[in-house]
């Protein structure tokens, strides 16, 4: 059984009290006091690092050993921004004090790095990054991404890319305090860096999504800037074909060439957005159903003038009869389209196409429009001289 104790017990009563301008004065400690206050940091380090190593080997319970490191991990961040804001207060400005509160970071830190080094498996990536780590890691960060900018691309589009990384990274990298941004925000810039150093930048590209877009969809850079780049070169691309037909032939090919990419789902530039791939896939899918409607209406468009063109001139005086009412015909024609004896697109190109052609004995041009409505409200009455006009079609079927 875990004992009952708290290693962390001496600096925290240094930390929080000894160096708390509020309830102690550092000012009554002698020469002499520093120095063994000095000395016993040191030693309380290394009697922490030792007592996590018991404690870990004591416990068997992976849930366990997670809370314990955890605990530990998160105490002695505590502790470091603690000692890290009296820092700057003036009571502590001395030589002497100034010294001893370096030495006091300089054993947290490394106490930290134990931790964190040692059981990174039972550490959260969400627990935000300590003040002193986090200046070296911004230090690490700038320089990659410095290495980055002054690199040479050949392809415009691939420079117009790494310019908005550079300057959305460099942004996220200064604008973030250590309370708001974690180690999984930190290792994601890192490996993002690592993974841009090492792209190809040939200027050579197998197919649109090669090269950096692919890699940034891989990364899920889910960076609204980015995106919409993404999405106006697509629509740059596909504007240069002639017609619509044309155009949702690229645009589909590039929605192939989309589909087959990769996105992790387990990083993430920025947790509050939707995951790349979900958010390009519905954009292609609106674009791709936009296209598609332009082009059914162009061609029903075109349908109607020659079915008009063609009524004026040729059939105007020659239409078919038919001794059913428009009511009647409507319900013909709804239940040859609903039973799919005839097809087409839709039941109202069916109405588009047919009705133009007929006419009753009290009425010679019918309104296709009115038809087709007229076959969702149907009367009694209708449907039963529409079955009996039907049945008589099948009398004479089976005398054939």
Request: glycine share 2%; charged share 30%.
């Amino acid at each position: 059984m875990m004992n009952s104790i708290y290693p962390l017990e001496w600096l925290d009563i240094l930390i929080l009290e000894t160096f708390n301008s509020k309830k102690a004065n550092i000012q009554l400690l002698s020469e002499r006091d520093l120095s063994l206050i000095s000395e016993n940091v040191l030693i309380e380090s290394q009697k922490v690092q030792l007592q996590l190593k018991k404690e870990f080997f004591s416990l068997h319970k992976k849930s366990e050993i997670r809370l314990l490191v955890r605990k530990y991990h998160s105490t002695i961040i505590f502790l470091l921004d603690t000692i890290i804001e009296s820092q700057q207060d003036e009571m502590f400005k001395s030589d002497s004090i100034s010294k001893i509160i370096t030495t006091i970071i300089s054993s947290l830190d490394e106490m930290l790095s134990f931790v964190e080094n040692r059981y990174s498996n039972y550490l959260s990536l969400d627990e935000r990054v300590p003040v002193t780590c986090l200046i070296v890691y911004r230090k690490e960060l700038s320089l990659k991404l410095n290495k980055l900018k002054n690199r040479k691309f050949i392809d415009n589009s691939d420079i117009r890319i790494i310019a908005i990384i550079v300057d959305v990274l460099s942004k996220k990298i200064q604008s973030n305090t250590g309370r708001k941004i974690t180690y999984r925000q930190i290792f994601y810039l890192k490996d993002l860096l690592k993974k841009l150093d090492t792209v190809s930048d040939s200027g050579e590209r197998s197919n649109f999504n090669s090269g950096l877009h692919e890699l940034l969809i891989a990364q899920n850079f889910n960076c609204p800037i980015y995106i919409n780049y993404y999405i106006d070169q697509i629509i740059a691309d596909t504007s240069t074909q002639g017609n619509s037909n044309d155009k949702l032939n690229r645009l589909l090919f590039h929605y192939k060439e989309f589909s087959q990419l990769i996105s992790n789902e387990k990083v993430t530039f920025d947790p509050s957005q939707h995951n790349i791939k979900y958010v390009l896939n519905n954009w292609f899918k609106h674009e791709i159903g936009y296209l598609e409607r332009r082009i059914d209406l162009s061609f029903e468009d075109k349908e109607i003038f020659k079915s008009a063109d063609f009524s004026v001139s040729v059939l105007k005086d020659n239409k078919v009869e038919c001794i059913l009412s428009t009511d009647q015909m409507a319900l013909v024609i709804r239940a040859a389209d609903e039973s799919r004896i005839i097809k087409a697109k839709s039941m109202n190109y069916i109405f588009k196409t047919i009705v133009p052609h007929l006419s009753t004995p009290q009425k010679k041009d019918l309104s296709y429009d009115a038809m087709r409505s007229k076959s969702y409200v149907a009367e009694e009455r209708d449907k039963e001289i529409a079955i009996k006009a039907l049945e008589r079609m099948i009398k004479h079927i089976k005398g054939f």
